[in-house]
């Protein structure tokens, strides 16, 4: 009984010591992944931008609805220290969406200040429509400002919490160690 216990200890410890299979804390794995149409959207200068634009990359998500606040200038600046670090590896882009009419000399210095950044304008019906998923996700987590979307454009993660890069990292690891299988 005795040895029982420890091995189970053991194990317990052990499996908790693995991140390798878990997501990080802040993470909220959105179960089932939800499917996200192909869409139309617009850039800062009303350019399409192209339809597949979400798939093929792993794509974070900030939700900003007329500007980027504190909190969202940190999630860019995490979700860049991620790219950097993954830009071997994985094939990685970002994705800010303004909401409905933002305030365009904003989205032109953030465009300017991260050129390497996608930043979407969409317009009303767009707005509704890609949202939806979003917000329903965000509902369900309480509150959600950073996603996940993986290379087949399903939404997989909502970041409910500050999160710090290093564990962006290991979630995209999880995550895609699971597609590779």
């Not at 052990?14 to 192909?38: E, G, H, V, W, Y």
């Not at 139309?40 to 500007?67: E, F, K």
């Not at 970002?94 to 465009?111: C, H, I, M, S, T």
Request: charged share 20%.
């Amino acid at each position: 009984m005795m040895r029982t216990l420890l091995l189970l200890l053991v194990f317990l410890s052990l499996s908790a010591c693995d991140n390798k299979f878990s997501l990080s804390d802040t993470a909220t794995s959105i179960n089932p992944p939800r499917p996200l149409m192909d869409m139309v959207l617009v850039d800062i200068n009303g350019d399409a931008m192209p339809a597949n634009l979400l798939r093929n990359h792993w794509t974070y998500v900030i939700l900003a609805d007329a500007d980027c606040d504190e909190t969202c200038m940190q999630y860019i600046e995490f979700t860049r220290a991620v790219v950097n670090e993954k830009q071997g590896e994985l094939a990685m882009q970002r994705l800010l969406v303004l909401g409905y009419n933002p305030d365009k000399a904003f989205g032109e210095k953030l465009q300017a200040d991260n050129p390497d950044m996608k930043i979407a304008i969409l317009t009303r019906p767009i707005w509704a429509i890609f949202t939806v998923n979003f917000l329903q996700v965000a509902t369900e987590v309480g509150g959600a400002p950073l996603y996940l979307v993986d290379p087949r454009a399903f939404l997989v993660t909502a970041y409910d919490d500050f999160v710090e890069s290093r564990d962006l990292m290991n979630d995209l690891n999880v995550f895609n160690a699971s597609l590779s299988d």
